[in-house]
């Protein structure tokens, strides 16, 4: 036989969940990190409209950190100056993060020499970005031990890097680039290219002379005209696609 309701217990647990969440928005939204509230951390710079969502992962060697303006940093995204906390950077910012940069929830940028995001770059989730490779000339030493390699990292203005891709010491990547989710890149790539693989090949490439190559398989998307309402948008997207078809043989006004 099903035992009773508790009716009072459901209630009760009800509200005490719809508190756990609104606690929860307001903790998140108190313990972002903007200019206005930089809560402990002092950076180097940091841009108007800029935000560091909370919980954020590990952040040290911040007055040798550059953030510029309009730029999201996801939960959980670590960004690191200098090899170990309390350190003494000389003069010069060591990461550099342009304006309208997005860092995807869990991504990591460890600047141990000078790492430079240019602007209006996004990353996916999980992106590994660091100027620093561990070193095993010595058979005999374990690789931990042994002093590693730095080499300062560039990434290009305006730049998709996918989930789970590996940025390594010494990259250069050029503008408008493509990194495939899981790519491990290193060297360098030209602007206006798309990489994949591990580790990563330029897979198609544009040109003024040739556009691009391999061709694209697809139509580019078509940008909303400016002008349309949210309204408006709602009413097309409720239109089967015989109407819409017949609305774009309709020749414009003159």
Known sequence: MPKPKNTFSSWRRRLAQRAVHAGWEWVRSTGAVTAERPGRLRFGA???H??????????????WIHLGSHCIVAEQVTLTAGLMPDLDLGADPIL??????????GSHVIADTTV????DCYFGPY??????????DDPHEPIGKQWPRME?????????????AVILPGARIGRNVVVAAGAVVR????????????????????????GWQPPLRTPPPVPIPEGVTSEELVAL???DEEAVAGLARLEPER
């Open 187 to 210: 060297g360098e790539v030209p602007d206006h290219a798309v990489v994949a693989g591990a580790p990563a090949r330029v897979v198609r490439r544009w040109t003024p002379a040739e």
């Open 127 to 136: 992106v590994y970005v660091t100027s620093t490779n561990h070193s095993y």
């Open 46 to 48: 940091i841009g108007e």
């Open 237 to 239: 997207s409720e239109l």
């Open 152 to 164: 300062p990292v560039e990434i290009g203005p305006g730049c998709w890097i996918g989930t789970g």
């Open 116 to 119: 430079t995001i240019g602007s």
């Open 50 to 63: 800029t935000r560091l969502a909370f919980p954020l992962g590990t952040v040290f060697g911040e007055p």
């Open 96 to 105: 550099r993060i342009g304006d309208g940069v997005v860092l995807g929830r």
